[in-house]
């Protein structure tokens, strides 16, 4: 018997390969698998500084300063310099790259949607507070900033 859990993140995954996959060969994403996930990371990080995208993928500075580099020629990366320390700069992702990321979310929604459809309302509430659940206590790995953190200028 497979784990449940892992067969919806194995589905979810291989989705969204497809999707970035599909992308690249049709042009539509100027962008490598590689530097998707990039862009990913950052996003999901809330405007990390290069040290901290670095840390998190366990690579050096300069790699990190080469990807973002790229990144930001191509137009899905910005640096924001912090207000409170001119030296520092936050990463951020650019409305090209949300074009591209909102198109990717759809199936999440379209799930969610037939999750909604299926379930009960007692139901629902009790799989989205599992979910939560989940992201808040149980992925400790992950160790992205709690949403303190994340409202930052």
């Known amino acids: 018997m497979s784990n449940p859990l892992s067969e919806v993140y194995g589905k979810f995954r291989l989705h969204y390969y497809r999707d970035v996959f599909n992308r690249?060969?049709?042009?539509?994403?100027?962008?490598s698998?590689?530097?998707?996930?990039?862009?990913?990371?950052i996003r999901a990080l809330n405007k990390p500084t290069i040290n901290e995208f670095a840390n998190f993928i366990n690579i050096s500075s300069p790699n990190?300063?080469?990807?973002v580099n790229s990144l930001i020629q191509k137009g899905y990366v910005t640096k924001i310099q912090s207000e409170s320390d001119k030296r520092e700069y936050y990463l951020d992702v650019t409305e090209k790259f949300y074009k591209y990321w909102n198109i990717s979310e759809k199936y999440l929604d379209i799930?969610?949607?037939?999750l909604?459809?299926?379930?009960?309302?007692?139901e629902f509430d009790t799989f989205n507070n599992i979910m939560k659940k989940i992201s808040n206590e149980l992925m400790p790995e992950v160790g992205l900033p709690n949403s303190e953190e994340q409202d930052r200028s």
Do not use: G
């Open 33 to 41: 698998a590689v530097e998707v996930y990039c862009t990913e990371i």
């Open 24 to 31: 690249i060969q049709a042009r539509e994403l100027s962008l």
């Open 64 to 67: 990190a300063t080469y990807k």
């Open 116 to 122: 909604e459809e299926s379930l009960t309302k007692e």
């Open 111 to 114: 799930v969610e949607a037939r």
